[in-house]
């Protein structure tokens, strides 16, 4: 849990920290939703391929490898200026370099949360989750926060003055080398996860092949009347829950008139709700998961109430409920997600074939809003957009699963089967 908090909250912070090297750049703001599309599309390219590298070797080493390749990420953001790139070669270079620490972030997250189903049964997966996911979620929206304390006047100019690293001079500088002494932090946390002693069958290394067997997984998968209604859900969640990150930072400067770090703060304040979210979300028993669904079409309504509000107060009690219900229902649907996928597939699998439709609806969403941005769409026209389809979507998914219920009423009694890898013994 250490490691997986660490290592995001790092990702996350260099999000922001990548947005203002764009700024410092004078990019266009249609391009800082797009280091975060960069972000995502390693892991659409990759997903054929990760789950079998995580499955591969303990799961400790795959985080701990796959975390150093984000640190190469960071420091090729670092040395943006160094190759005598001109002004927007350089901006490009800040996406690639991102999308470097996707490559690890893609090749991380199956190991994540792959061990976790290595260690406890289905009755616990969704007590554990609910640490993981609210953990993830939380280091998603902190780490955003601590990006934007980096690059703030105040923090920025003391860390620069103690001239940790020669020639440092911007406040995007003296945050990428914060940020990366944390992903040190997490590396740590890596070499003391213990091994499981999980074995699995020896995986394939021919690319062919493996695309092969992952578009046989993702069919799997959303065939199951209870796994294609959870990987609905959560594609739908992090794809929204990416949008709404990057939707907060400019609705706090249109609307609340504040500058990037103030406006990456707003994001730890939802984070408050979404460890309540998380902690309560801990009591669902997993044959129960199923009820949380209304939630998400809340959540999706409350989005419609930012537009109106603008005292501080206000809108930070409208922050907080929205990552309270956010954490309330993604946790049990996750948890659902990972145990179908445990009992059809296998973990890294399993959580590479989630991946793949999360980052998949992240691209769509954050291109969508980036279009808007470039079209010059108000940002409170494009919330109210936003929350109406989310709330939309969500009825839609409650209507597939009654239907799933009707064809099936013995449907919830699958949850909590112990069966293991149903489809790699086909």
Not at 7 to 33: E, K, R, T
Not at 52 to 74: E, H, L, Q, W
Not at 127 to 135: C, M, T, Y
Not at 397 to 416: E, F, S, T, V
């Amino acid at each position: 849990m250490a490691a997986q908090f660490f290592s995001s909250l790092a990702d996350n912070a260099l999000l922001i920290a990548a947005i203002a090297l764009i700024q410092q750049l004078h990019g266009p703001s249609w391009l800082a939703p797009m280091a975060k599309w960069s972000f995502a599309l390693s892991y659409v390219v990759l997903a054929a391929f990760v789950g079998a590298f995580a499955d591969s070797r303990p799961k400790g080493r795959v985080m701990f490898y796959t975390n150093t390749i984000k640190v190469a990420g960071c420091l090729l953001m670092f040395c943006y200026g160094s190759f005598g790139l001109t002004t927007d070669q350089q901006t490009y270079l800040v996406l690639v370099a991102y999308a470097v620490v996707g490559i690890g972030a893609a090749a991380y997250s199956p190991a994540k949360y792959g061990i976790v189903t290595e260690m406890l049964p289905p009755s616990l997966l969704v007590k554990g989750n609910s640490w993981i996911e609210g953990l993830t979620v939380v280091s998603v929206l902190l780490g955003v926060m601590v990006g934007g304390a980096l690059i703030s006047p105040a923090i920025s100019s003391r860390i620069l003055s103690w001239h940790i690293v020669p020639g440092l001079s911007t406040p995007a500088e003296a945050a990428l080398v914060v940020i990366a002494l944390v992903y040190v932090v997490a590396a740590i946390f890596n070499l003391l996860i213990p091994r499981t002693g999980v074995i699995y069958p020896p995986q394939h290394t021919s690319p062919v092949r493996l695309v092969k067997e992952f578009s046989y997984y993702v069919r799997t998968l959303w065939r199951d009347k209870l796994g294609q209604i959870s990987l609905a859900v959560t594609t739908l969640f992090w794809g929204a829950g990416a949008t709404l990150q990057m939707v907060v930072i400019e609705w706090g400067g249109q609307h609340l008139g504040l500058t990037l770090d103030e406006s990456s703060i707003l994001m730890g304040v939802a984070a408050v709700g979404t460890i309540g979210g998380a902690i309560l979300a801990g009591r669902v028993p997993l044959k129960r998961a199923l009820t949380v669904l209304s939630m998400g079409v809340g959540m999706g309504f409350v989005v419609l109430l930012m537009p109106l509000v603008e005292n501080m107060v206000a809108v930070y009690i409208l922050l907080i409920l929205i990552g309270g219900l956010g954490g309330f229902f993604v946790v049990p649907m996750n948890a659902l997600l990972q145990h179908r996928g445990h009992v059809l597939l296998s973990a890294g699998h399993s959580i590479a074939v989630q991946n793949f439709n999360e980052q998949l609806n992240i691209l769509l969403m954050v291109a969508a809003y980036s279009l808007m941005l470039w079209m010059d769409i108000s940002i409170n026209v494009i919330i109210v957009m936003f929350g109406l389809l989310v709330s939309s979507l969500m009825l839609m998914i409650m209507a597939w699963n009654r239907a799933n219920h009707r064809a099936d009423p013995n449907l919830d009694d699958q949850i909590g089967h112990h069966g293991y890898g149903t489809a790699l013994k086909r």
